[in-house]
């Protein structure tokens, strides 16, 4: 199946892989090729695309990805690979959610943000 | 008449002239590639965002649960223009024609008895606007210290808006912006984005959804402001840059006419000057 990574400023990746687990935001699921087509939205976390070749890693904050029989596509607000990402990059994330959940109404959902990043980091070994 | 040495001078000036704006083209030339390329690269994320979000409102949108940003506050009483224009002039008819769609929205509206709130992006269109519509101004973004455009410049402007928005300070938002569609021809465009409009004829896909269908529309329509924005900066950049290079091509083509037209008077004055001393010479000599 395909994969496409879709950032607002360019398209990440595109890729031939057998499997997609995507952190959605009511919890993770794994799409494979003949998926029921879904629309999930994400949550911060890690984005794995298990090819023959090996598995390549993203953090993705924030969007949604849309799966369907023959691919999956993630619209990220903010994707970036993981060998890229680096313990500024969370901070500076979690520092964002936690400015965005200072001023929110919405404090539960917030909060959720900002547990989610620091779990997206814990889970990223920074 | 002026004299031969005036002549030569202005013929100096007019070329020191035509040395920048051919420069200034060929600057804007390059940037204008790299407005292209941005533009172009942003294009699939809002593609497929739009699409989804104009299935969803399809399905979700006539409910009474739909969410304000897509159904509105019911009313359309306060009206907010987002104004985008450049940093920087010299670019033909570029932040006019922005200023100008804006201006006549804005007077129909309120000769319609609405209030009008303007939030300007670029300090060119607030110079423009200053001069009527001064007191409607609500707030100014300034872009003047950004080197590249990027998604978060964006997410700022939609942050405000919305913020805006949460507050009750609008009920319509309404986005000026020029569209690139060459380098000769940028379309002044006025794009609704609160509430959301999309196409109707939006094909509606089955799908499952997670969390609920209303759960990831009010989770969409945010991010939706914010790519709007992004495209409408973007198509700005492109069309600004597109819009100074034709200007300047314009200019230094006018610059070359005008030295052609010097030196063709400076050459006519040589030779008059010529002529006049030959004249007195010979006719010194047969008066001897």
């Known amino acids: 199946m395909r994969v496409d990574i879709v950032t607002p400023e360019r398209r990440l990746a595109s890729a031939d892989v057998s499997e997609v ?27 794995r695309a298990v090819a023959a070749g090996g598995t390549t890693t993203y953090v993705v904050t ?3 990805a849309e ?34 959940a200072a001023t929110t109404d919405d404090k539960d959902g917030a909060e959720k943000l900002v547990a989610d990043m620091i779990a997206a980091r814990a889970a990223a070994g920074h | 008449m002026p004299s031969l040495k005036d002549l030569k001078n202005r013929i100096g000036s007019v070329k020191n002239t035509r040395k920048i704006t051919k ?7 390059a940037k204008l ?30 409910s009474d649960s739909a969410p304000r940003l897509l159904s509105g506050t019911g009313t359309d009483k306060v009206h907010l223009l987002v104004v985008m224009t450049a940093e920087r002039g010299l670019c033909g008819g ?13 007077q129909r509206l309120l000769a319609a008895g609405k209030t009008v709130k ?61 569209r690139f569609q060459s380098v000769i021809s940028q379309i002044p465009t006025a794009q609704q984005v609160i509430p959301a409009v999309f196409a109707t004829d939006a094909p509606t896909a089955l799908y499952d959804y997670e969390p609920s269908e209303e759960g990831i529309l009010a989770d969409l329509l945010p991010r939706g402001v914010a790519t709007q924005v992004f495209t409408a900066l973007l198509e700005n950049g492109a069309s600004e840059q597109g819009a100074r290079m034709s200007a300047m ?15 063709i008077q400076y050459n006519r004055s040589r030779q008059a000057a010529i002529t006049k001393e030959l004249i007195e010479i010979i006719s010194g000599a047969e008066a001897l």
């Open chain 2, 23 to 29: 420069a200034m083209q060929m600057v804007a030339a």
């Open chain 1, 67 to 100: 799966i369907t029989s023959a691919g999956v596509s993630v619209l990220a607000e903010r994707a970036v690979p993981l060998d890229e990402a680096n313990g500024a990059l969370f901070d500076s994330l979690i520092a964002e959610a936690r400015e965005a």
């Open chain 2, 249 to 263: 091509d314009n200019a230094t083509r006018n610059a070359g006419d005008m030295i052609n037209r010097l030196t």
């Open chain 2, 94 to 106: 570029f932040n006019s024609s922005i200023a100008r769609l804006a201006r006549g929205h804005a």
């Open chain 1, 62 to 64: 924030g969007g949604f």
């Open chain 1, 21 to 47: 687990q995507i952190p959605g935001a009511d919890g993770d699921l794994t799409a494979m090729e003949g998926h029921a087509p879904t629309i999930t939205t994400l949550r911060p976390g890690l984005l």
């Open chain 2, 33 to 62: 590639r790299r407005a292209q390329e941005n533009a172009e690269a942003a294009r699939p994320y809002a593609e497929r965002m739009n699409a989804v979000m104009a299935g969803l409102a399809g399905s979700v949108g006539q």
């Open chain 2, 118 to 178: 303007i939030l300007t992006v670029g300090k060119k269109g607030r110079e423009q606007l200053r001069r009527d519509l001064a007191d409607h101004f609500v707030g100014h973004v300034d872009l003047s210290e950004v080197k590249r455009l990027g998604y978060a410049n964006a997410q700022a402007i939609a942050r405000d808006i919305l913020s805006r928005f949460e507050q009750g300070e609008f009920d319509v938002a309404t986005l000026f912006f020029n």
